[in-house]
């Protein structure tokens, strides 16, 4: 039981570039979040999902895009990068009424 | 408009005492609170919540308490212990239809002297 797994750990792009992070839960869980946290800012929540194939936006969803093909897979895509997405990412899981359970983070620098 | 605030970014407190972290809100439609609990490199994990019917909710060393009229509520732990160092994240949520997220303040850090 892995509980919430995010690839890649750490990456660098070059302004322009695109990429997308993955997470995936062997939880069975319906609800799925994407967040990014930054210095001061706490936590922000980007695109969330209330079960297979259902995407919603957050607080900050410009600038990224988001499937949720599979229940157990949420995917957070940015097709151009810009130096303002630099931040870390966090992947959660689980009823926010009753607990989410986080992913590690996937830290991405833009230069 | 932060609508969950922690006005404190940081807080140390020597071994053994109580450490006491705080957040207000604004959206009178939050009915249940929580804190999360993070450490460097890793995600948050949750530590306890709280129902907006109650006023009070304990869990060992750490305790909520809810001040609905004031719009606060506050984390209290005791006795205060090295591991407890880490970053404190107050999070509150609409249960009504159509919100299935949570909104978090900005963090505090709380920080254990030996």
């Known amino acids: 039981n892995a509980g919430v797994t995010q690839t890649p750990k750490f990456r660098v792009l070059k302004t322009g570039q695109s990429m997308t992070l993955l997470c995936a839960q062997d939880?069975?869980?319906?609800?799925m979040y994407w967040y990014r946290q930054d210095p001061g800012m706490g936590l922000r929540l980007i695109h969330y999902?209330?079960?297979?194939?259902?995407?919603a936006k957050g607080e900050v969803p410009d600038g990224y895009n988001v499937s949720r093909l599979k229940k157990q897979n949420f995917l957070l895509g940015l097709e151009s990068a810009a130096p303002s997405q630099t931040s870390v990412y966090f992947c959660?899981?689980?009823?926010?009424?009753?607990?989410?359970?986080f992913g590690p983070g996937t830290r991405l620098l833009v230069l | 408009d932060q609508q969950v605030k922690q006005n404190s970014p940081s807080l140390s407190v020597q071994e053994g005492r109580i450490s006491i972290l705080n957040c207000d809100y604004t959206?009178?439609?939050?009915?249940?609170f929580l804190w999360y609990k993070k450490y460097p490199a890793e995600g948050p994990t949750f530590l306890i919540s709280?129902?907006?019917?109650?006023d009070k909710n304990e869990d060992g060393r750490f305790t909520v308490f809810l001040n609905k009229s004031a719009k606060h509520l506050s984390l209290h732990i005791v006795p205060s212990q090295p591991g407890d160092s880490a970053v404190y994240f107050c999070?509150?949520?609409?249960?009504?239809?159509?919100?299935?997220?949570?909104?978090f303040g900005t963090g505090t850090r709380l920080t254990i002297i030996p």
């Open positions: 959660a899981s689980g009823d926010p009424a009753e607990t989410q359970y």
């Open positions: 939880m069975n869980h319906e609800y």
């Open positions: 999902s209330v079960g297979e194939g259902t995407t």
């Open positions: 959206n009178s439609m939050f009915d249940y």
């Open positions: 709280i129902s907006s019917i109650k």
């Open positions: 999070a509150a949520i609409d249960l009504n239809f159509g919100n299935e997220k949570l909104t």
